[in-house]
């Protein structure tokens, strides 16, 4: 008689102890399924409802290796659900029928099926299946470690928590390639569990400042071409950090990098593509700074690919329907919140980014670290401008949602109040980056203009390199700040153009928020809203504009200067908007300074998520700008329209300025 | 080899069931996964099955009973019972039902009838040998020699 292993030492010995989750409505064959599986030495579990499958499978998408699902089920259908779960939860699914027709295996095949058996199964084909698992792995490891990452693939990690980890993330990346980086980081540091992307079983790390701050010099020390992961995670020397941990946060700063240097051409473009962009990208815009985040987002992709990772649920794409729908809906309400990860849904590790990403203030890694950095926020309000810059991509992420939801508020306020948003954003997350040595002011001023949405980006990334720099002055943030503020303002004006079309690029949304407040310093001159807010001091920024994203501390101006003159970052909608003049910009940290406009920029840890203001709910203070524009975005959901502040200006977004 | 008579009846029993075409392969499959952790694996899945079947049964005859034949319906309820049938090894019983949905396909009303009755007809004798088949195996008892009686 077989002996029956111990299942528990699945690293050294898997396919044993594989847990496989069958799914069939035939108790007999169920039954034998099950039966076969534990002859085989899997950890069976079974069900004879799809629906129930789906239910296991999404509370804890670590729980299982492998699907085997009938096709025919009287309560939904296999393919469905195999693609549900091929989506959701990325894990290798193989059909079982006892029809073997050519059509239905082909009909398996396109929708994602692995392998295709037909009944009645036999031992010997079930034997082998535990390869399709290693074979995911395997690619996905490949995908997401693809920046460069020299290690040795860890098919080790067979462990269920690695494996299951491993495979969504795999899959995600290959179903979404730009995700797949996202996704995996998103995994490995969202400490945000509550929502369905909780996936990973290990506790995630969380990129506070100070670890991002350490990723940075590690990375800066080894140059940017030669860090690899191993080399970082050594001279970090942190403990309880994985190399996995490392080459997905990397993977996210590189992607930072390349927006940023493609916000600061973009800046200008930023302006005008507010208008256009999606409502992704408008949000964007009306960042500032942070618009060009999203222009980056959005046409690049890179945004959406740290976007898409966490939004599978599309959550992003809800940012993006605002177009029109101006932040009052607060459409993607959900998504402004970036906190409230429940939009999400499965963004919340999307959000969790965001919200790192809003603290852009806090320290020049803030920006960095908007990656999913959501403790980033609070920090950030410490004025690391700088950093932020530099995180900016990652934040785009998390803050594309909620600028969508912005853009579609933005959207309606008219592109007006986009610039403002736009540039609030950036400016914000200029803020951080006194450090943004590489602010190009210049750069981001004529990307803004330009700025399609993406180039506003472009801008960013122009600053963010400087965000290693980011320490430091203020001064420089302020120009950095600048730099983006033009790009805000730029973006903004693009914006409310960007706000429609971008309909993709939800995810960027967010982030341009954060750049404009930098932009919003630039804008300044450009935008007269925000010029006078970002003028004002690009601390205003620093609170995230009430963009719907959270506008991380995108740019801590001058600490806590906000911009005076801030233009209320108008938080169209959800969006938060610089508000003008708040006080200059809207306050970065938390304290309430709030920009009393900020429109409701929810603040949500730290980033500013700008919420679709309904008019002008005023955000309360207390979040710091941000919190404030979200809350006050929250509120404003019941009064789409104008800002009762001033309208799009100011919508009491409290911009928080990530300063 | 010296058998327990019980045991020789036995094997002559199962034999029977495949030559004479009740059961295949599949079957052999399911003796084989029964061992000691699972001892009467095969009976369970049997009876199982019985259960199974016999509500799909009921099914398709309250279809046939309303006319028109809704094929569809017919077709899907007999694909569920194909799939169980063969999971168990019933070979006769899996046959007649593929020709019943080659039937239904073609929306053959008369041809789905008298199969169907085929098919019945094929599953009770099923039924009726794998009963008499377990019965023996219990008397019979478990692998270890069972005592002689005196």
Redesign the interface.
């Known amino acids: 008689?077989?002996v029956?292993r111990v299942i528990s030492d699945e690293n050294d010995s898997f396919p044993v102890g594989m847990r496989v989750l069958a799914v069939d409505?035939?108790?007999?064959?169920l039954?034998?399924l099950e039966?076969?599986l534990t002859?085989c030495k899997y950890n069976v579990t079974t069900t004879s409802q799809a629906i129930t499958a789906l239910k296991m499978l999404r509370e804890n998408k670590n729980k299982f290796d492998l699907v085997i699902s009938?096709v025919?089920m009287p309560d939904m259908d296999g393919f469905k659900l195999l693609e549900l779960v091929g989506l959701e939860m990325d894990l290798p699914v193989i059909m079982l029928?006892?029809?073997g027709d050519t059509k239905l295996v082909m009909k398996g095949i396109t929708h994602g099926a692995c392998d295709y058996l037909l009944?009645?199964?036999?031992?010997e084909e079930l034997q082998n299946i535990w390869q399709h698992v290693i074979r995911r792995k395997k690619f996905d490891r490949k995908d997401r470690d693809g920046s460069g990452s020299q290690d040795k693939p860890y098919i080790d990690s067979s462990e269920a928590a690695g494996l299951g980890n491993v495979d969504q993330n795999g899959k995600f990346n290959k179903k979404r390639k730009d995700q797949n980086e996202d996704e995996d980081e998103e995994r490995d540091e969202n400490g945000h569990d509550n929502e369905d992307l909780s996936t990973q079983k290990k506790p995630r790390v969380v990129w506070s400042v100070e670890l991002h701050r350490k990723f940075v010099a590690a990375v800066n020390q080894l140059g940017i071409e030669k860090a690899v992961p191993k080399k970082i995670l050594e001279l970090m020397n942190v403990e309880n950090l994985t190399r996995e941990n490392v080459a997905s946060h990397l993977q996210k700063f590189r992607l930072y990098l390349k927006r940023i240097s493609c916000v600061a051409n973009q800046q200008a473009n930023m302006a005008a593509a507010l208008g256009s962009v999606d409502s992704t990208h408008l949000r964007m815009g009306t960042m500032n700074g942070f618009g060009n985040f999203h222009t980056l987002a959005g046409p690049d992709q890179i945004h959406n690919a740290a976007f898409r990772s966490f939004q599978h649920s599309g959550v992003l794409r809800r940012l993006n329907t605002p177009a029109g729908v101006g932040i009052s809906g607060l459409p993607s309400s959900g998504l402004v919140q970036l906190s409230p990860v429940q939009n999400l849904g499965n963004t919340s590790t999307y959000q969790r980014k965001l919200q790192s990403f809003v603290i852009p203030g806090n320290h020049n890694a803030n920006i960095l670290q908007g990656m999913p950095m959501s403790l980033e926020f609070d920090q950030l309000q410490n004025n690391r401008a700088a950093s932020h810059v530099g995180q900016f991509p990652s934040v785009d992420n998390t803050t594309v949602l909620p600028v969508s939801s912005i853009s579609g508020s933005l959207i309606d306020a008219g592109c007006s109040n986009s610039p403002l948003l736009g540039v609030t954003s950036n400016s914000l997350l200029l803020e951080g980056s006194s450090q943004l040595p590489t602010l190009h002011a210049s750069n981001l001023r004529d990307s803004v203009s330009g700025f399609p949405n993406r180039s506003t980006l472009s801008d960013f990334t122009s600053i963010a390199p400087a965000s290693n720099q980011l320490h430091g002055s203020k001064a420089d943030i302020q120009d950095q700040a600048f730099p983006i503020s033009c790009n805000a303002g730029k973006i903004i004006s693009s914006a409310p153009q960007d706000w429609n079309a971008p309909k993709k690029d939800a995810p960027y949304q967010s982030n341009v928020p954060s750049c404009s407040i930098n932009s919003l310093r630039a804008v300044n001159g450009d935008m007269a809203q925000l010029g006078q807010c970002l003028d004002q001091n690009n601390p205003i920024f620093n609170r995230n504009v009430g963009f719907d994203f959270v506008d991380p501390l995108s740019i801590k101006c001058s600490e806590g200067e906000n911009l005076a003159t801030e233009p209320s970052v108008i938080e169209k909608e959800g969006y938060l908007m610089v508000q003008p003049s708040r006080q200059g910009i809207y306050i970065p940290d938390n304290e309430g300074e709030n920009f009393a406009m900020e429109p409701s920029v929810i603040e949500k840890e730290g980033y500013l998520i700008v919420q679709p203001r309904r008019q002008g709910s005023y955000i309360p203070g207390n979040l710091g700008s941000l919190e404030d524009l979200a809350s006050a975005m929250t509120k404003q959901d019941h009064d789409k329209g104008k800002p009762t502040d001033g309208d799009f200006g100011y919508n009491d977004y409290s911009l928080r300025t990530c300063i | 080899m010296e058998r327990n008579p019980m045991r020789r009846q036995l094997a002559i029993m199962r034999q029977s069931l495949f030559d004479q075409g009740h059961v295949d392969e599949?079957f052999v499959?399911?003796e084989?996964?029964q061992?000691?952790?699972?001892p009467n694996?095969v009976e369970?899945?049997v009876t199982?099955?019985y259960?199974?079947?016999a509500r799909i049964i009921l099914n398709i005859e309250q279809a046939l009973e309303r006319k028109p034949f809704d094929f569809r319906k017919l077709d899907?309820y007999m694909?569920?019972f194909?799939?169980?049938s063969?999971?168990?090894?019933a070979k006769k019983v899996k046959a007649e039902s593929t020709l019943f949905r080659e039937y239904c396909k073609s929306g053959n009303g008369e041809g789905c009838m008298r199969s169907f009755q085929q098919l019945k007809k094929e599953y009770a004798t099923l039924r009726k040998k794998l009963g008499a088949y377990f019965q023996l195996a219990r008397q019979a008892g478990p692998v270890e020699t069972a005592s002689r009686p005196k």
């Open positions: 008689m077989r029956e409505d035939d108790p007999t064959c039954l034998l039966t076969l002859k009938d025919h029928s006892a029809n009944k009645p199964v036999r031992i | 599949q499959q399911l084989e996964l061992d000691d952790a699972n694996f369970e899945v199982l099955y259960r199974d079947s899907a694909h569920q194909k799939g169980s063969s999971s168990i090894g």
